[in-house]
C-alpha cells in the first residue's frame, strides 16, 4: 500500500483524537470546569479503529497494543452516558465485535505476522519497549477513568486521567521522534497543552 494512503489513514486518526480534544477543551472552558461531551467518546471510539489499522499497515504494534486496550472503555462511557443504547442494533453489533474483525485481518495466510511486529528492523527492540512502555502509561488513564467513572455511575474525567494522560503523552512524543512518526508527533502536540489547560482547570476548579 502506498505510504500516502497509510499515513492518511493516521492523520485522519489524528485529527479526530484532536478534535475531541478541542471539543472537550472548549466544553470545559464555557463550563469553567472539566467536562466530557459525548461526542469526546463517539469520536475515541472511530479515532481508535482507524489508529490500529494505521499501526498494523506501519507493523508497529505499540500503537496497535495501545488502541486494542482503550477500545472497549470507549464503548463502556458510551453505554454510562445512555448514548451506546441510542444506536440501532446492527451498529452497535459491528462496533462491538469490529475487534474479532481485526484480529482476522490481523493474520496473514492465517500466520501472525509476528516477524513483521516483533523483528522488525525498523523499530530496535529497545525502542518498541519504550513505545509499549509509553502506550500501558497512556491507556492506564482510561483503566482509572473507567473504575473512577464506574464508582460514581457517571462519566467523568478526574485529575488523574490527566496527570497519566500528559506523562504517557510526554513518552510517546519521545517515541514519536526516535521512531520518525509524524502522525505521532502532531497528534501528541496538540494534546499535551490541552492536558495541561485541563490541570489548570481542575486546580482553580478546586
Do not use: C
Amino acid at each position: 500500500m502506498d505510504s500516502w494512503i497509510i499515513y492518511s489513514i493516521g492523520f485522519l486518526a489524528q485529527i479526530l483524537f484532536s478534535s475531541r480534544l478541542i471539543i472537550q477543551w472548549l466544553t470545559s472552558e464555557k463550563k469553567k470546569q472539566v467536562s466530557t461531551p459525548t461526542l469526546f467518546w463517539s469520536l475515541s471510539l472511530i479515532a481508535s479503529f482507524l489508529l490500529f489499522i494505521y499501526g498494523y499497515l506501519r507493523n508497529d504494534f505499540a500503537i496497535m497494543f495501545g488502541q486494542a486496550l482503550t477500545y472497549f472503555i470507549y464503548i463502556r462511557n458510551l453505554q454510562l452516558q445512555n448514548q451506546w443504547q441510542r444506536l440501532p442494533k446492527l451498529i452497535q453489533l459491528f462496533l462491538f465485535f469490529v475487534p474479532i474483525l481485526i484480529v482476522i485481518f490481523y493474520y496473514n495466510n492465517n500466520v501472525i505476522d509476528v516477524e513483521l511486529l516483533f523483528k522488525n528492523e525498523a523499530i530496535p527492540f529497545w525502542l518498541l519497549t519504550l513505545g509499549i512502555v509509553s502506550q500501558i502509561v497512556f491507556t492506564l488513564r482510561f483503566v482509572y477513568q473507567w473504575i473512577y467513572s464506574e464508582r460514581r455511575k457517571e462519566s467523568a474525567l478526574p485529575l488523574g486521567f490527566w496527570v497519566l494522560s500528559l506523562v504517557g503523552s510526554i513518552l510517546i512524543l519521545t517515541y514519536a521522534i526516535f521512531r520518525e512518526d509524524p502522525v505521532l508527533f502532531v497528534g501528541h502536540i496538540l494534546g499535551t497543552v490541552i492536558y495541561i489547560r485541563n490541570l489548570v482547570l481542575l486546580n482553580k476548579s478546586k
